[in-house]
């Protein structure tokens, strides 16, 4: 079951996903959409890589600790249409020992030096004058895997586009991904079977395994909920949004953002999801619902 396939079969240039991100740092807020023939080729592009360029294989594992951002969505959506195994808990992460491969939202990890000195190091400097780089400490979870590094920049530039050398970082064989994926085939050229075996692993979380077919079950039944509750909501309302077009706030975990994708994009629905990092009121909320048509909805967890 690829994520994608009923929609791309519904309609290719509808639009898919819309994310929009309220940043404190102006230039890091956007609004990005993306039609159902581009999301499709940039899951090509990334499963692509998977299988090509990083050298993994159907059943191995990928981390993704990254914030909601539409590249998250991308690399999800490559991982699951190549048959990679997501991991969304660092403990079992570490209990991975074959194939696991750490995408993660900055390109620094906190040295005991950093963490004990009040005086800012040359690599905190540069996380200052870079506004798309984050800093955390994800990526110590996954110090026994490769790292794959990406930046918060909406338009999807690399890492060394936005300024950065990475001959200069302190991580070990650093790898630009979306410098690299963005070279590889719209197409997807390797095995997509196991996105079709209803026994295969999409997801190993805190809340244990999701596979192909408990994904579909729970997008369905997440997807019938809602129109219930957009009806409800409908009876009170003298403007009634798109059922079909789920507006929804930044996806607390891969598992959500898994089913509330599959029950949409099945159906021949569309995601809006905003993802607020300046903690505003929930007025904003509301006018990027009627803005986009889009009808309030709720994540499954």
């Known amino acids: 079951m690829d994520l994608l396939r009923a929609a791309l079969k519904h309609d290719p240039s509808a639009p898919r996903l819309t994310v929009y ?113 984050r800093y955390t400490d994800s990526m110590t979870a996954y110090s026994g895997a490769p ?65 192909v077919g408990e994904l579909y079950d729970a997008g369905q039944r997440w997807y019938e909920a809602q129109l219930h509750d957009n009806d409800a909501a409908a009876d009170d309302s003298e403007t009634t949004p798109q059922p079909h077009r789920a507006l929804l706030g930044a996806w607390p975990t891969i598992r959500d953002f898994l089913i509330v994708a599959v029950g949409t994009w099945m159906n021949n629905g569309s995601l809006v999801i905003y993802s607020d990092e300046t903690n505003r009121n929930d007025g904003r909320y509301r006018d990027i619902a009627e803005t986009e048509k889009a009808a309030t909805s709720d994540y499954p967890h």
């Open 21 to 133: 991100v309220d940043s404190p740092n102006p230039r890091k807020s956007s609004r990005m959409e993306f039609s159902t023939i581009t999301l499709d080729n940039w899951a090509s592009k990334l499963g692509n890589y998977f299988l090509d360029e990083a050298m993994m294989e159907p059943g191995d594992s990928v981390a993704v600790t990254m914030p909601t951002r539409w590249q998250t969505a991308a690399i999800i959506l490559g991982a699951v249409r190549a048959g990679i195994t997501l991991i969304d808990d660092e403990n079992a992460a570490d209990a991975e020992t074959n194939g696991l491969v750490a995408f993660v939202e900055s390109l620094f990890a906190p040295s005991d030096e950093d963490a004990s000195s009040a005086e800012p190091s040359e690599d905190a400097g540069l996380r200052t004058d870079n506004p798309f780089l």
């Open 147 to 211: 790292v794959y590094l990406c930046t918060d920049d909406p338009f999807g530039r690399s890492v060394e586009d936005t300024g950065v050398d990475l001959d200069e970082l302190d991580v070990e064989e650093p790898v630009d991904l979306f410098g690299e994926a963005r070279l590889c085939p719209d197409a997807f050229m390797g095995d997509d079977s196991a996105a079709d075996d209803p026994d295969h692993i999409v997801l190993h979380d805190c809340n244990g395994t999701l596979t």
